[in-house]
């Protein structure tokens, strides 16, 4: 007879999976995607490079940036203290700095998606510390790629991350409220006022926000000037039917 995995008590979920992963301990050993020698059992980064892996020191909430000295953690500062915030909060903890850069580099360009996983690992860990004291987002949305860009690369670097996060999170992931229905040329190397020329029109709601949602987060890779996330998260809010809180989840805050 065959026990269906709904029956399956949870010992012999944990059994199981306690053997699955001594045996690819075994076969399939951790290996550090940075220097290459043995990673963690439970990790692909060794001891040493995961401990040196560039944070951000006292971020402000509002935009991850770091927080002057002297500034009390936890504080919004500058631009972030006027008037109604578009984004709420925005979680991104590592800085763009080698080798998060390079790696995540990898990742986006020469499909090293292991990197990926790894950082979204960790990006989850902070997450669950972070969040401790507050409720979740109730949605994930991906920044959207134009068809074209997604033909070029093959796949969206954000929904992939947002996939993970939704999954381990047990939060939905909406790959269809906006999409990119312009295609612009990389914001890399643009500035500021360029970048939000850039994007004008660039962004459509495709369908009704729905009413039970009272706050979502857009995931993306790397936040540089937050041009893309505001602009999306302006769209949120022009278009919910109820006030919205908007977050933002990134790997890196560059």
């Known amino acids: 007879m065959v026990i269906s995995a709904r029956t399956m008590s949870t010992n012999v979920h944990e059994i199981i999976a306690r053997w699955l992963n001594f045996i690819q301990f075994w076969l399939f050993p951790s290996v550090c995607i940075v220097c290459k020698t043995a990673g963690q059992p439970d990790i692909d980064l060794c001891a040493c490079c995961r401990s040196a892996l ?19 953690p936890g504080s919004s500062y500058g631009a972030c203290l006027s008037g109604r915030k578009v984004i709420c909060r925005t979680f991104a903890p590592f800085t763009w700095e080698e080798p998060v850069c390079g790696l995540v580099s990898q990742f986006k360009y020469r499909h090293k998606f292991q990197n990926a996983r790894v950082l979204c690992e960790l990006l989850l860990e902070q997450l669950h510390e972070a969040y401790s004291a507050h409720e979740l987002p109730e949605l994930l949305i991906p920044v959207p790629l134009h068809a074209s860009r997604l033909r070029e690369r093959g796949f969206n670097q954000a929904l992939m991350l947002a996939r993970q996060l939704g999954k381990d999170l047990d939060l939905p992931v909406n790959t269809n409220l906006v999409r990119r229905v312009r295609h612009t040329p990389p914001q890399q190397g ?43 998260a302006k769209l949120l809010h022009r278009h919910a039917r109820q006030p919205l809180d908007a977050h933002v989840w990134a790997l890196a805050r560059a």
């Open 54 to 72: 560039p944070q951000t020191e006292n971020p402000c909430p509002g935009c991850a940036l770091p927080l002057p000295p002297g500034i009390t």
């Open 190 to 232: 643009l500035g500021a006022r360029e970048r939000r020329r850039n994007l004008n029109g660039a962004f459509a709601l495709w369908g009704p926000i729905p009413e039970t949602v009272k706050s979502v987060a857009i995931i993306d890779d790397v936040c540089t000037t937050m041009t893309t996330v505001r602009t999306l």
